[in-house]
């Protein structure tokens, strides 16, 4: 049998019928469509922020496919507890969402963070905060467990995970506002 290994670039374009490129974790632009006449040149990394600025690459659970954000506060892990874990994750199925369609994201790793560095770097359609205030976020007084807008998208403040396990009242507050959301 010949060998079946092959560098051949009119051979290996029958396969490759789109460009590809190997990127080792740097941002790079694409030239414009040209038809190549042999002047061709490698692309240069882009600049990722602006010199001078620093850009932080944020640790949360979750691909954020939906663009849902949800904030926890935990000290080593983002649900802090065993039951506080369940209790989101079964919040986030009973809302119809897998863990790919959100980013959970632990503030206390991040105490200082604002909300517009959270709005900037995630662009969230929805924010659900277990146990951040409002006010932690530099925001407005937002009250617990109810649906409200902020800058073009909804929020919903709620008390720590480990709170709603124990209080029935809130978590059915809670639910009632979620019931208002359009996920679909």
């Known amino acids: 049998m010949a060998e ?3 560098r051949d670039t009119e051979a290996l374009k029958l396969f ?3 460009d590809i490129f190997l990127v080792p974790n740097e941002v790079f632009t694409a030239p414009a469509e040209t038809p190549d006449n042999g002047n061709s040149r490698p692309l240069e990394p882009a600049e990722a922020t602006p010199k001078g600025a620093e850009k932080i690459n944020y640790t949360f659970l ?3 496919a939906r663009r849902i954000l949800i904030i926890v506060s935990g000290a080593e892990y983002p649900e802090s507890t065993t039951t506080g874990a369940a209790l989101l994750w079964n919040i986030v199925k009973a809302i119809k969402l897998d863990p790919n369609d959100v980013a ?4 206390a790793a991040y105490p200082n963070l ?3 560095e959270l709005q900037t770097y995630f662009q969230p359609q929805l924010l659900i905060s277990f146990g951040i205030a409002s006010t932690a976020l530099k925001l407005e007084p937002q009250p617990l467990h109810v649906l409200v ?5 909804n929020a919903i403040f709620s008390l720590t995970l480990q709170g ?3 209080d029935l009242n809130s978590k059915k507050l809670l639910w009632k506002s ?3 959301l359009s996920l679909s």
């Open 4 to 6: 079946q290994i092959t």
């Open 16 to 18: 490759f019928t789109e």
């Open 62 to 64: 979750g691909q954020n």
């Open 104 to 107: 959970v994201f632990n503030h």
């Open 114 to 116: 604002s909300f517009e």
């Open 149 to 153: 807008s902020l800058e073009k998208m």
């Open 164 to 166: 709603l396990d124990e």
């Open 178 to 180: 979620l019931q208002q």
